[in-house]
């Protein structure tokens, strides 16, 4: 009868130990297998974004005084600072925050991170129609029939640029593309409306491609 309930005993043990093992065994797999954005978040894209532009701005503030701000605020440096700021990655997913972290630190005004997402792309199908009607007026009809897509980049309150994809691709970096930039850009000459000042044209290739630039 001894050994029959020492027996016993260890049946009864025995599957509460293994239970036991089992849950462990389970959480520390959880642990391991836990996503790493799960255990350390990363910040939102506006906020990193932001944080590089506010550096950059800081050391053009550090470096070149009070004078710096005029330029780079009034005159949209940090707007155009943004196409060729680095690390790319981080610039394009809120290039607006960006800009903004940049004029905050150019101006010394204090660190504020956008509290939420401040690009944003609106498709204008009625500028595209407007250039080639006015294309076709001025003997760049041909040009303008390669465009194909204006997107409206809004990177805040009142700045923007343009994008225009053309049916170019990467490897058409000669005349028929620079024409076709150079010719938007003449018809936009300067004309940046009421709701705000556009400063840069982005053509692009079908693929979403950054082909050239020009100043607006």
């Known amino acids: 009868m001894?050994?029959?309930?020492?027996?016993?005993?260890?049946?009864?043990?025995?599957p509460a130990a293994l239970g036991l093992l089992a849950l462990l065994t389970v959480s520390c797999d959880a642990g391991a297998r836990r996503p790493a954005a799960a255990a350390h978040p990363t910040a939102p894209a506006r906020v990193a974004a932001y944080d590089a532009g506010w550096r950059t701005g800081k050391e053009i503030h550090d470096s070149g005084g009070k004078g710096a701000a005029i330029?780079?605020?009034?005159?949209?440096?940090?707007?155009?600072?943004?196409?060729?700021?680095?690390?790319?990655?981080?610039?394009?997913?809120?290039?607006?925050?960006?800009?903004?972290?940049?004029?905050?630190?150019?101006?010394?005004?204090?660190?504020?991170?956008?509290?939420?997402?401040?690009?944003?792309?609106?498709?204008?199908?009625?500028?595209?129609?407007?250039?080639r009607s006015w294309a076709a007026r001025?003997?760049?009809?041909?040009?303008?029939?390669?465009?194909?897509?204006?997107?409206?980049?809004?990177?805040?309150?009142r700045d923007y640029d343009v994008e225009l994809t053309g049916a170019y691709d990467a490897?058409?970096?000669?005349?028929?593309?620079?024409?076709?930039?150079?010719?938007?850009?003449?018809?936009?000459?300067?004309?940046?409306?009421?709701?705000?000042?556009?400063?840069n044209l982005l053509l692009l290739t079908p693929d979403g491609e950054r082909l050239l630039t020009r100043d607006l």
């Open 2 to 14: 001894l050994v029959t309930d020492r027996r016993g005993g260890r049946r009864a043990w025995a």
């Open 71 to 131: 330029r780079e605020v009034v005159w949209g440096g940090c707007v155009r600072r943004s196409l060729t700021a680095r690390p790319r990655e981080v610039v394009d997913r809120d290039r607006g925050a960006w800009v903004r972290g940049c004029r905050h630190g150019v101006r010394g005004a204090p660190h504020r991170r956008p509290a939420r997402p401040l690009t944003r792309r609106e498709p204008d199908p009625g500028l595209l129609a407007d250039f």
């Open 138 to 157: 001025h003997g760049a009809r041909d040009s303008a029939s390669r465009a194909t897509r204006v997107v409206l980049v809004h990177l805040g309150d």
């Open 171 to 199: 490897g058409d970096r000669a005349a028929g593309a620079a024409d076709l930039a150079d010719a938007f850009a003449e018809w936009w000459d300067g004309d940046d409306g009421e709701t705000g000042v556009a400063w």
